[in-house]
């Protein structure tokens, strides 16, 4: 009995220091895991921020060279019929933003919706106006109701690029 009770005299306090050693190293080990997780996220918003950035200014350029005021000039060519004009309207305002889906990875859900949405919406109403026009209408009429139309409603590609200005603000 006496060995067991001069055991324990000497294996408690060796026990209690063992424990404060596991407390004392498990807590600085993890500050220490803290810190290096700290320093991984303030390296990778040093990569991707920039990537983010550049993604914003790629959908900014994209809703800009699809906006009706820049794409028609460019693409509008005389000659060329109105269901001509509304093919090659369509299937440039797609090759855009096929050019630019990989920059979804880097928006919002919200944002990247919003583009997709706006490119959609300007298919449509490139559709409907070449659709009230008659059948031997030339380029330039779908080009001017066009126009007209874009001139009467809001314009719902300068409200995408007010929405996607305000998200790259809160980057900052």
Same mark, same amino acid.
Request: glycine share 2%; with cysteine; hydrophobic share 45%.
């Given at each position: 009995m006496e060995f067991l009770a001069e055991s324990a005299k000497l294996i408690l306090p060796a026990a209690l220091v063992m424990y404060a050693m596991f407390l004392t190293i498990r807590s600085f080990l993890q500050k220490d895991f803290e810190k290096k997780l700290i320093e991984l996220k303030v390296k990778n918003s040093e990569v991707i921020l920039p990537n983010r950035l550049q993604a914003y200014e790629r959908i900014c350029l994209f809703l800009e060279r699809v906006s009706p005021h820049n794409l028609l000039? /460019?693409?509008?060519?005389? $000659?060329l019929s109105a269901t %001509?004009?509304?093919s090659v309207l369509a299937h440039e305002i /797609? %090759?855009?933003l096929n050019h630019n889906l990989s920059q979804q990875v880097?928006? +919002?859900?919200?944002?990247?919706? #919003?583009v997709k949405g706006t490119s959609e919406n300007l298919i449509l109403l490139i559709n409907e106006e070449? $659709?009230?026009?008659?059948a031997d209408a030339k380029g330039l009429d779908l080009a001017k109701v066009? !126009?007209? /139309?874009? +001139?009467r409603e809001e314009d !719902?590609? +300068? $409200?995408? #690029? +007010? %929405? =996607?200005?305000? %998200? =790259? /603000?809160?980057? !900052?």
């Amino acid at each position: 009995m006496e060995f067991l009770a001069e055991s324990a005299k000497l294996i408690l306090p060796a026990a209690l220091v063992m424990y404060a050693m596991f407390l004392t190293i498990r807590s600085f080990l993890q500050k220490d895991f803290e810190k290096k997780l700290i320093e991984l996220k303030v390296k990778n918003s040093e990569v991707i921020l920039p990537n983010r950035l550049q993604a914003y200014e790629r959908i900014c350029l994209f809703l800009e060279r699809v906006s009706p005021h820049n794409l028609l000039p /460019r693409v509008n060519h005389p $000659g060329l019929s109105a269901t %001509e004009l509304k093919s090659v309207l369509a299937h440039e305002i /797609r %090759e855009e933003l096929n050019h630019n889906l990989s920059q979804q990875v880097y928006m +919002s859900d919200n944002a990247w919706n #919003l583009v997709k949405g706006t490119s959609e919406n300007l298919i449509l109403l490139i559709n409907e106006e070449a $659709g009230k026009l008659p059948a031997d209408a030339k380029g330039l009429d779908l080009a001017k109701v066009i !126009f007209e /139309r874009m +001139s009467r409603e809001e314009d !719902f590609i +300068s $409200g995408a #690029l +007010s %929405e =996607i200005k305000k %998200e =790259i /603000r809160t980057l !900052f």
